[in-house]
């Protein structure tokens, strides 16, 4: 194959690779005229980030954004409604998103765009153990150890927890020990927030009391 060929050949696809890649980059098209290409990173608080390649992350004002398209779904809350959707332009301060759930395509006025790609809810807890002993007049053995754990988003929250006690104590003049304390507990607890902040909690799941009556050499 003649040289001149292969270098035409070489030529074409780096042009064919380098408009893919821009076909392949979400874009922000400013009321100005000027667009920014890169990866839209999240939106909130009427602030959007897009990361580019030459200037890393870059955070724009939603006012000043004309529209913007994506070339992978992405997760957009307007007012009260949540979808993940591929968002193509629209008229000036809007956008035109497709549900990947399927359905017809929706209009959404940037200005009712209260987030993009918000972070996803996870778990937060701990676990606590704790033990007393005293020896003297009174000997006294106590020990305990709880734990929850809470998950919140923007519309719920989940939160579990337990806890276990023990404790006992030596008899005078003897050398039995009574169970002073002996219960457990487990709970669960959800809550669904409306948009006034009511919510709605569910009733422990179970729990256990012994009476101190048990004693033990």
Known sequence: MPA???????????????????????????LNGDRLTGKIVSAYG???????????????????????STDEPI???SGDATVRAKVSPGADGTVQVVPITG??????????V?????????????VVGNALITTG???????????????????DRITLGGAYYYGRQKLKDTDEKETTIDNWFVLGKYDYFLRRSSTFTAPPVSSRTKSPSSTCA
Not at 103 to 110: C, D, E, K, T, Y
Not at 141 to 151: I, P, Q, Y
């Open 4 to 30: 001149c060929t292969l270098k035409t050949l070489a030529c074409t696809l780096t042009v064919l690779l380098v408009l893919v890649g821009r076909a392949a980059a979400d874009e922000v098209l400013f």
């Open 46 to 68: 009427g602030k959007l980030t897009i990361k580019t390649e030459n200037a890393g992350e870059v955070t724009v004002d939603l006012a000043k954004v004309k529209t913007f």
């Open 75 to 77: 997760v957009i809350e």
């Open 103 to 112: 359905g017809s395509p929706q209009m959404i006025a940037l200005k009712d």
């Open 114 to 126: 209260a987030k993009i790609s918000p972070p996803s809810a996870t778990w937060t807890g701990a």
């Open 137 to 155: 007049n009174s000997e006294t053995e106590n020990f305990g150890l709880s734990l929850n754990a809470v998950r919140r988003s923007a519309i």
